[in-house]
Each structure stands twice: as structure tokens, then as C-alpha cells.
């Protein structure tokens, strides 16, 4: 089992910053994949981003790419999200995710935090 503890978020205003931290425990950090997620109200759940055991590589969709920027500490057991010229439609309750090597799908979810991005 891997827990998921996120903190961060808040209300802030278009073209600000905000960073999202994703504290992990329960499994050997290092091995796990780790990604965020986001849902905006009335929306499907959309993915934000992705981050390599290794913590090398990092993928973004086009959304956030050039915004968003992930990075993780394997010896704090931490994954970092952070959110730069945030726009209104921003605005969702984010997600951080894990997955193990064997797995096809992240099946361990932090609890979530509210992003809200006012105009």
C-alpha cells in the first residue's frame, strides 16, 4: 500500500504561482511512477502530468506544458507540483497519483486539494 498526503493549494489570482507537494509513505518511494491529476466541477478528470521513477523525465499535456513543472525528492519521499501563469480554468481540485512498476494504472491517490484561480 502507498498513502498519499498532498498540501498546497488555495485561492490565488491569474498569472500567479502555487506549488502542490504529494508526501508519499508506505512502499519504497523510488520505485513509483508519480503523476498529477486534476477535475474541474462538471468536467471528466484530466491528466496534468507525470514524473519518472528516476525523476529525469517529466511529461505534460498542452494544457499545462511551459506552466507546469514536476519534481521529486526520492530522499524526502516528496513529489512537487508547480504551477506557474495559472489561468482561471486552472481552477480544479488536483490529484496526486502513484504507480508501482507492475502496475498498468495508478491505483493510490492523495486526498486532493482545491486550486481556485481568480481573474
Known amino acids: 500500500q502507498v498513502q498519499l498526503v498532498q498540501s498546497g493549494g488555495g485561492l490565488v489570482q491569474a498569472g500567479d504561482s502555487l506549488r502542490l507537494s504529494c508526501a508519499a509513505s508506505g512502499r519504497t518511494f523510488s520505485i513509483l511512477e508519480m503523476a498529477w491529476f486534476r477535475r474541474a466541477p462538471g468536467k471528466e478528470r484530466q491528466f496534468v502530468g507525470k514524473i519518472t521513477r528516476s525523476g529525469d523525465t517529466t511529461y505534460f499535456p498542452s494544457s499545462v506544458k511551459g506552466r507546469f513543472t514536476i519534481s521529486r525528492d526520492n530522499a524526502k519521499n516528496m513529489v512537487y507540483l508547480q504551477m506557474d501563469s495559472l489561468k482561471p480554468e486552472d481552477t480544479a481540485v488536483y490529484y496526486c497519483?502513484?504507480?508501482?512498476?507492475?502496475?498498468?494504472?495508478?491505483?493510490?491517490w492523495g486526498q486532493g486539494t482545491q486550486v481556485t484561480v481568480s481573474s
Open positions: 497519483a502513484a504507480r508501482v512498476p507492475t502496475s498498468g494504472s495508478y491505483d493510490f
